[in-house]
C-alpha cells in the first residue's frame, strides 16, 4: 500500500522553508567580510558569475532532482542506479555533521540574547566570550566537562528543533518558517537601519563595497567566490532534494530556484550594509583605522559586535537582543533543515513513523553534541567544521554534478524543470553542471587537501585533525555504506511519475 | 560615500534585489 507522501501546504511556505535553510549565520557574518578581504565591491563579479553558473544551476538541479524522483537525496540517487544510493546519503550524513555542532554555536547567540540585559559581556567581551563564557581550554585534548551555561542553551535550541520537526513538513517547517523569516527580515532590517545611521558607517560601508579590481585577476578571489556561493545556498546538503520531494506535481521550478538563491544572496548583501556600518562606527569611534576592528564569524558576533554595542549611544541592550535574536532565527531555518535532511532519508528507507525517527535523530545528535558544549568544545567545532564542509559536502556536490549530468543526463532534469516551469532553461544550464560546477569545486578541493597535508588545519596537533577531522570524514563514508547497503523497508522503486501527487 | 562604492552599490542592487523583485512578480503573476 502506498502511503500518501507528505505535502507543503503552499508554495510561499516552501520557497519560505528553503530561503530559511539558505540563510544562515554565514550570510550575516561571512559575506561582508569576504567581499571586503577580496576587493570589495569587485568581489561583486565573480560572486554574481558563480551565482549565476553554480549557485542557481545546482539549486535548480536540486529542486528538479527531488521533484522528479519524489524522494529524498538517499531515494532520489537509488533510482537513478541502486548503487548510487550512498550519493545520497553522504550529503544528508554531513548534515547530520554539521547539524551537532551548529546547534551549539545557536546556543551560544541564545545565551548572548540572555546577555544584551545590562550588557553582561563587560568592557572586554573578548575574555567574557572565550574566557568567563566559553571557559575555553588550553587545549583540544583537555576537554574539562560540560560548560553548563553553554549547555542550558544547548537544550532550549534543540527542545525547538525537536517540536518544529516533529510536526512534519506542512505543520511543522512551514509554519515555523512563516514565523521566522518574516521576524529575522524585520529585525535585519532594524539592524540595517541602526548600522548605516550611526557616525562613520559610511566610512565601514565605503570599505565593504570600495572595489579594488586588481583583485578579480587572482583565481583565488574565484575560487572563493565559488566556495561562497556553494556553501550559502545549502546545496550538496541533501536538504534541497528532501523539500523539492515535498512539491506538488505543477510547481515552478525554475523560478522557485531563482528566488531562493537570490533572496538568499540579496538578504547577504544586504546584511553587510547593518555589519559595515557598525564596524565604521566603531572605527570612527575609537579612532583607529578600520582595518584595527573588521572581524568575521565568530569573532564578529560575539566579540566585535558586543563591544560596539557597548558603544552605541543608546537603547543598547535593545540592539543586543535584535540582533543575537537574529542570529538565531537565522540559524534555526537552517538547523531545522538539517534535521529534515537525514530524519526524512531514514523515514523514507526504513519506512519508520516521523515521530521516532524524530527522536532518534534529535536524540544521536543530541548526545554527539554534547563534545561541543565542553570547554574544548570550540576546536572540536572548528576541526569538524573544516574537514565535512571541505571534504564531504564539497565532494557531493562534484559527485552530484557528475552523476546527474552525465550519467543520469543532466538534459533529462532540465526537461523535467522546463515542463513545469515559466523560466525555460538552455543548454547552458547543462553546461553549468557538467562542466563549470565539478572543475571549480574540483580544483579548490585539491588545494585543500594539498592545504591540509602540508600544514596541520588551524595550527592544531596533527593528532587532533586526524582524529576529529579525518575521523568525522571516515566516520561519515562509513555510515554511509552501511545505510546504504540495508534494506529498504518501503519499495520505491515503482514508475517514479506515478508517485507524483497533484 | 565613494563613487566606487556607490556604482557597486547600484550594480548589487539592481542584480541581486531587481532580479529578486523580478522573479517574485513572475511568480505572483503566476497561478503555480
Known amino acids: 500500500m502506498e502511503e500518501k507522501r507528505e505535502q507543503w501546504g503552499s508554495r510561499l511556505g516552501f520557497v519560505m522553508a528553503a530561503i530559511g535553510s539558505a540563510i544562515g549565520l554565514g550570510n550575516i557574518w561571512r559575506f561582508s567580510y569576504m567581499t571586503y578581504s577580496n576587493g570589495g565591491g569587485a568581489f561583486l563579479i565573480p560572486y554574481f558569475v558563480a551565482l549565476f553558473t553554480a549557485g542557481i544551476p545546482i539549486m535548480i538541479l536540486e529542486f528538479s532532482f527531488g521533484h522528479k524522483m519524489r524522494g529524498t537525496a538517499p531515494a532520489a540517487f537509488a533510482k537513478v542506479k541502486k548503487k548510487f544510493e550512498i550519493f545520497g546519503w553522504l550529503p544528508a550524513l554531513a548534515s547530520f555533521g554539521l547539524l551537532t555542532y551548529y546547534v551549539v554555536i545557536l546556543s551560544w547567540a541564545l545565551s548572548y540574547v540572555f546577555y544584551s540585559f545590562g550588557l553582561k559581556w563587560g568592557e572586554d567581551t573578548n575574555a567574557f566570550f572565550f574566557g568567563n563564557y566559553l ?63 550611526l557616525p562613520g558607517a559610511i566610512e565601514g560601508i565605503n570599505w565593504y563595497l570600495k572595489p579594488d579590481f586588481s583583485k578579480i585577476w587572482n583565481p583565488k578571489v574565484w575560487i572563493d567566490a565559488y566556495g561562497q556561493i556553494f556553501f550559502t545556498l545549502s546545496v550538496a546538503f541533501a536538504v534541497m532534494i528532501a523539500y ?42 575609537q579612532n583607529v583605522p578600520f582595518e584595527e576592528v573588521v572581524s568575521q564569524s565568530i569573532g564578529l558576533a560575539f566579540v566585535t559586535i558586543p563591544k560596539a554595542i557597548n558603544m552605541l549611544p543608546g537603547a543598547n541592550t535593545l540592539f543586543g537582543v535584535i540582533f543575537f535574536v537574529a542570529l538565531v ?53 572548528d576541526i569538524a567544521d573544516h574537514f565535512l564542509a571541505n571534504y564531504i ?51 579548490s578541493y585539491i588545494l585543500n587537501i594539498k592545504a591540509d597535508f602540508t600544514q596541520s588545519y ?39 511519475n506515478k508517485e507524483v501527487q497533484g | ?25 513572475k511568480a505572483m503573476k503566476s497561478k503555480g
Open chain 1, 135 to 197: 571557559q575555553l581550554s588550553d587545549g583540544i585534548w583537555n576537554i574539562g566537562g560540560i560548560n553548563t551555561a553553554v549547555f542550558i542553551s544547548f537544550i532550549l535550541i534543540w527542545a525547538i528543533n525537536y517540536f518544529v520537526t516533529i510536526r512534519g513538513i506542512a505543520e511543522g517547517i512551514e509554519k515555523a518558517c512563516k514565523v521566522f523569516m518574516p521576524v529575522l527580515f524585520i529585525l535585519s532590517v532594524i539592524i540595517v537601519i541602526r548600522g548605516i545611521t
Open chain 1, 329 to 381: 532565527f537565522a540559524g534555526l531555518s537552517s538547523s531545522i533543515s538539517l534535521i529534515e535532511a537525514f530524519a526524512s532519508g531514514i523515514i523514507e528507507k526504513y519506512n519508520m513513523p516521523r515521530k521516532k525517527a524524530i527522536n532518534l535523530v534529535c536524540g544521536i545528535a543530541f548526545i554527539i553534541g554534547l563534545i561541543f558544549v565542553t570547554k574544548a568544545g570550540l576546536y572540536f567545532l
Open chain 1, 244 to 285: 523539492s520531494s515535498y512539491l506538488p506535481k505543477d510547481s515552478d521550478l525554475s523560478n522557485n530556484g531563482f528566488i531562493t538563491a537570490l533572496a538568499n544572496c540579496g538578504y547577504s548583501f544586504f546584511m553587510g550594509f547593518g555589519t559595515f556600518g557598525i564596524l565604521g562606527y566603531m572605527a570612527h569611534t
Open chain 1, 393 to 443: 559536502i564539497t565532494a557531493a556536490g562534484i559527485i552530484e554534478c557528475i552523476v546527474l549530468g552525465y550519467i543520469y543526463g543532466a538534459h533529462k532534469l532540465r526537461e523535467h524543470a522546463n515542463a513545469v516551469s515559466e523560466v525555460m532553461l538552455g543548454s547552458w544550464w547543462d553546461f553549468c553542471i557538467k562542466v563549470v560546477t565539478p572543475v571549480v569545486l574540483g580544483i
Open chain 1, 458 to 496: 588551524g595550527g592544531y596537533p596533527w593528532s587532533a585533525n586526524f582524529i576529529v577531522g579525518w575521523g568525522a570524514v571516515i566516520a561519515t563514508i562509513i555510515v554511509g555504506i552501511m545505510l546504504s547497503s540495508s534494506k529498504w523497508k518501503k519499495d520505491i522503486f515503482v514508475d517514479v
Open chain 2, 1 to 25: 560615500m565613494e563613487p566606487g562604492a556607490i556604482v557597486m552599490f547600484i550594480f548589487g542592487a539592481v542584480v541581486l534585489w531587481g532580479g529578486l523583485a523580478y522573479f517574485l512578480s
